[in-house]
C-alpha cells in the first residue's frame, strides 16, 4: 500500500510540477513594472480562518492590487469593510451558529463533519461560485478546506498559492502534530519519522472511502486523482505558513516551495468598547478566559467554571463569552470581573496576566504576541498540537476540555503565576513574535508569482464552469 501511495504522489507532483512549467515556457513574461493584479481569497470557516487572509488582502490593497475574499455570505460587512471586494460561496450556512459550531469541534468526529456535512454536499455549487468570483483573476490562494477552489486551481492552471494556518496542516515526520482523537496521542508523537511516514498512509487510506464524493466530482472535471487534500493538497507554485517559525520550524521534508511568515495579525477594534476599557484600567492585571470564534460555540460550562476558579484565586477576570447568552455564568458575577461578547484579543490580553484559552491558531498567536502565559484547554482539530508546542516553548501548560473545571483551574493558573519563569519566557517569546512581519512577508513571496506566471488573457478569461 505505501509504494503504490508513494508513486502515486510522486507522479501527481510531478505533472502538477510539469504542468507550471509548460505555462512558463509557453507565456512568462518579465516585469519591469506591475501594475495592479487582481488576487482571489478562498477561505472557509471561523473568525480565526478569516482575519489571516483579510490582513494579506488588505495588505495587497495598500499596494495598489485588487484583492476579493471569496468565502461564506455572514461575512461580507466584515470584509467589505476593509474596502475589500467580497464574493459569496456556497454552502450557504451560519458558520458562526452553535448548531454548526458545537459538532465541528468534536474532538474525534469533528473534521469528518465539517468535511462530510457541510463542504462535500455543496462541492459543485462552490466551485460555480468560486469560478465565478475568479473571472479576470490573475492569482487564486487556497485555504486547506476550500476543496473546490484546490480543484478550481488545478483545472485552470492558473498562478497559485495555498496557505496553510497552523503546523499540523504542513504534516512533518520529523516534527509530527499532536492528532487529536488518536489514543495515547502525545506519546504517539514522539515516535520516529518511520512510523510517522506509515501512520500518515495509513490516515489517507483510512479516510480514503469518505472521500467518494470528491472523488467522483474530481473524475468529472477530468482530473486524475490526487493524494489526500487534507494532507498534500499543497500548490506547486507556492505554500504560505501563516505562522512565527518559533511556533513550527522549516523542516526538510516540507514542500521546497514552502515558508513560515510569521503570523498575519489582523488589526481592528471591533468590540474594543469604554465599559471594557474601563475595566481593565481600574486595578491589577486580571486573567482573560476565552474560546475563540469557534469553541466558543461549544462553551458548555467554561466561563461558569472559570469564573469560579478566578473567585478562588481571588483574581480579576474578563470573560470573552460569545454571543451566545447560553454561555454566561448563571449566577451574578463577583466585583473584579467582566463579561465581554466579544473583544480584539490584541486589546485584551496584553493588559492580562494570564490567558486562558483554546489553542485555535489566530488565537495562538495572539497570546504569543502579547507576551503573557497561557493556560491552554484544547478541544480538537490542531489545538492539542499547539498545546504541546507553546508547552515545550516553556509558555504555557495545557489541559483537555473535558477534564476543565474550577479546580483544576485554579491549580494550573496558580502555577503560571507563581513560577516567574513562565512570564520571563513568554515575555521573550511576545518579544520576537513582534518583530515579525507575517503579512508583509507573505504578500512579498506573492508578489513574486506575478513575476513569473501566465498571465494569458485566455487563461483568466477561461470558462472554467463545470461540464
Same mark, same amino acid.
Given at each position: 500500500?505505501?509504494?503504490?501511495?508513494?508513486?502515486?504522489?510522486?507522479? *501527481?507532483?510531478?505533472?502538477?510540477?510539469?504542468?507550471?512549467?509548460?505555462?512558463?515556457?509557453?507565456?512568462?513574461?518579465?516585469? /519591469?513594472?506591475?501594475?495592479?493584479?487582481? %488576487?482571489?481569497?478562498?477561505?472557509?470557516?471561523?473568525?480565526?480562518?478569516?482575519?489571516?487572509?483579510?490582513?494579506?488582502?488588505?495588505?495587497?490593497?495598500?499596494?495598489?492590487?485588487?484583492?476579493?475574499?471569496?468565502?461564506?455570505?455572514?461575512?461580507?460587512?466584515?470584509?467589505?469593510? =476593509?474596502?475589500?471586494?467580497?464574493?459569496?460561496?456556497?454552502?450557504?450556512?451560519?458558520?458562526?451558529?452553535?448548531?454548526?459550531?458545537?459538532?465541528?469541534?468534536?474532538?474525534? $468526529?469533528?473534521?469528518?463533519?465539517?468535511?462530510?456535512?457541510?463542504?462535500?454536499?455543496?462541492?459543485?455549487?462552490?466551485?460555480?461560485?468560486?469560478?465565478?468570483?475568479?473571472?479576470?483573476?490573475?492569482?487564486?490562494?487556497?485555504?486547506?478546506?476550500?476543496?473546490?477552489?484546490?480543484?478550481?486551481?488545478?483545472?485552470?492552471?492558473?498562478?497559485?498559492?495555498?496557505?496553510?494556518?497552523?503546523?499540523?496542516?504542513?504534516?512533518?515526520?520529523?516534527?509530527?502534530?499532536?492528532?487529536?482523537?488518536?489514543?495515547?496521542?502525545?506519546?504517539?508523537?514522539?515516535?520516529?519519522?518511520?512510523?510517522?511516514?506509515?501512520?500518515?498512509?495509513?490516515?489517507?487510506?483510512?479516510?480514503?472511502?469518505?472521500?467518494?464524493?470528491?472523488?467522483?466530482?474530481?473524475?468529472?472535471?477530468?482530473?486524475?486523482?490526487?493524494?489526500?487534500?487534507?494532507? *498534500?493538497?499543497?500548490?506547486?507554485?507556492?505554500?504560505?505558513?501563516?505562522?512565527?517559525?518559533?511556533?513550527?520550524?522549516?523542516?526538510?521534508? *516540507?514542500?521546497?516551495?514552502?515558508?513560515?511568515?510569521?503570523?498575519?495579525?489582523?488589526?481592528? $477594534?471591533?468590540?474594543? /468598547?469604554?465599559?471594557?476599557? =474601563?475595566?481593565? $484600567?481600574?486595578?491589577?492585571?486580571?486573567?482573560?478566559?476565552?474560546?475563540?470564534?469557534?469553541?466558543?460555540?461549544?462553551?458548555?460550562?467554561?466561563?461558569?467554571?472559570?469564573?469560579?476558579?478566578?473567585?478562588?484565586?481571588?483574581?480579576?477576570?474578563?470573560?470573552?463569552?460569545?454571543?451566545?447568552?447560553?454561555?454566561?455564568?448563571?449566577?451574578?458575577?463577583?466585583?473584579?470581573?467582566?463579561?465581554?461578547?466579544?473583544?480584539?484579543?490584541?486589546?485584551?490580553?496584553?493588559?492580562?496576566?494570564?490567558?486562558?484559552?483554546?489553542?485555535?491558531?489566530?488565537?495562538?498567536?495572539?497570546?504569543?504576541?502579547?507576551?503573557?502565559?497561557?493556560?491552554?484547554?484544547?478541544?480538537?482539530?490542531?489545538?492539542?498540537?499547539?498545546?504541546?508546542?507553546?508547552?515545550?516553548?516553556?509558555?504555557?501548560?495545557?489541559?483537555?476540555?473535558?477534564?476543565?473545571?474550577?479546580?483544576?483551574?485554579?491549580?494550573?493558573?496558580? %502555577?503560571?503565576?507563581?513560577?516567574?519563569?513562565?512570564?520571563?519566557?513568554?515575555?521573550?517569546?511576545?518579544?520576537?513574535?513582534?518583530?515579525?512581519?507575517?503579512? %508583509?512577508?507573505?504578500?512579498?513571496?506573492?508578489?513574486?508569482?506575478? /513575476?513569473?506566471?501566465?498571465?494569458? $488573457?485566455?487563461?483568466?478569461?477561461?470558462?472554467?464552469?463545470?461540464?
Amino acid at each position: 500500500m505505501s509504494t503504490v501511495l508513494d508513486l502515486k504522489i510522486l507522479k *501527481w507532483e510531478t505533472e502538477e510540477k510539469q504542468a507550471v512549467l509548460a505555462n512558463k515556457e509557453a507565456v512568462a513574461m518579465k516585469v /519591469t513594472h506591475m501594475p495592479g493584479k487582481r %488576487i482571489v481569497f478562498c477561505t472557509f470557516g471561523s473568525l480565526g480562518d478569516l482575519y489571516p487572509v483579510l490582513s494579506l488582502a488588505r495588505e495587497m490593497k495598500r499596494r495598489e492590487h485588487f484583492p476579493l475574499v471569496a468565502t461564506s455570505p455572514v461575512y461580507r460587512k466584515i470584509v467589505e469593510a =476593509e474596502g475589500v471586494d467580497f464574493h459569496e460561496v456556497r454552502p450557504n450556512i451560519d458558520v458562526t451558529d452553535p448548531e454548526i459550531l458545537r459538532p465541528a469541534m468534536d474532538r474525534r $468526529d469533528g473534521i469528518r463533519y465539517i468535511v462530510c456535512d457541510l463542504v462535500f454536499p455543496s462541492l459543485r455549487e462552490s466551485y460555480e461560485d468560486t469560478a465565478a468570483a475568479a473571472v479576470g483573476a490573475d492569482l487564486i490562494v487556497t485555504h486547506p478546506v476550500t476543496l473546490s477552489a484546490f480543484l478550481f486551481a488545478r483545472r485552470t492552471g492558473m498562478p497559485w498559492a495555498s496557505v496553510v494556518l497552523a503546523p499540523a496542516s504542513l504534516y512533518s515526520v520529523y516534527d509530527p502534530p499532536v492528532i487529536p482523537g488518536v489514543p495515547f496521542a502525545k506519546t504517539v508523537a514522539s515516535f520516529g519519522p518511520f512510523f510517522h511516514r506509515w501512520l500518515l498512509r495509513a490516515m489517507a487510506s483510512l479516510f480514503e472511502p469518505l472521500w467518494k464524493p470528491f472523488r467522483e466530482f474530481e473524475k468529472e472535471l477530468g482530473l486524475p486523482a490526487a493524494p489526500n487534500p487534507l494532507l *498534500w493538497g499543497h500548490s506547486p507554485h507556492l505554500v504560505l505558513g501563516l505562522f512565527s517559525p518559533i511556533l513550527a520550524a522549516p523542516q526538510r521534508d *516540507w514542500p521546497a516551495n514552502a515558508h513560515a511568515t510569521g503570523f498575519p495579525f489582523f488589526d481592528h $477594534d471591533e468590540g474594543n /468598547t469604554q465599559e471594557l476599557q =474601563e475595566f481593565l $484600567d481600574a486595578g491589577e492585571a486580571p486573567i482573560v478566559f476565552t474560546l475563540g470564534s469557534a469553541a466558543v460555540g461549544a462553551a458548555g460550562d467554561f466561563f461558569q467554571q472559570s469564573a469560579e476558579a478566578a473567585r478562588r484565586l481571588g483574581r480579576r477576570a474578563v470573560l470573552l463569552v460569545g454571543r451566545d447568552p447560553r454561555n454566561r455564568p448563571p449566577r451574578e458575577l463577583p466585583p473584579g470581573m467582566i463579561t465581554v461578547p466579544y473583544a480584539p484579543h490584541a486589546t485584551v490580553f496584553p493588559r492580562g496576566c494570564v490567558v486562558v484559552h483554546q489553542g485555535g491558531i489566530g488565537t495562538t498567536g495572539e497570546a504569543m504576541r502579547a507576551g503573557r502565559p497561557m493556560l491552554v484547554v484544547h478541544y480538537s482539530h490542531d489545538q492539542p498540537d499547539h498545546a504541546a508546542r507553546l508547552t515545550r516553548l516553556g509558555v504555557a501548560r495545557g489541559i483537555a476540555r473535558e477534564r476543565y473545571n474550577a479546580e483544576i483551574a485554579a491549580r494550573e493558573i496558580e %502555577i503560571l503565576l507563581q513560577d516567574r519563569g513562565y512570564a520571563e519566557r513568554a515575555a521573550e517569546l511576545g518579544a520576537r513574535v513582534r518583530s515579525e512581519t507575517g503579512a %508583509i512577508t507573505a504578500c512579498d513571496l506573492l508578489s513574486c508569482l506575478f /513575476t513569473n506566471s501566465n498571465s494569458a $488573457d485566455s487563461l483568466r478569461q477561461a470558462n472554467c464552469s463545470i461540464a
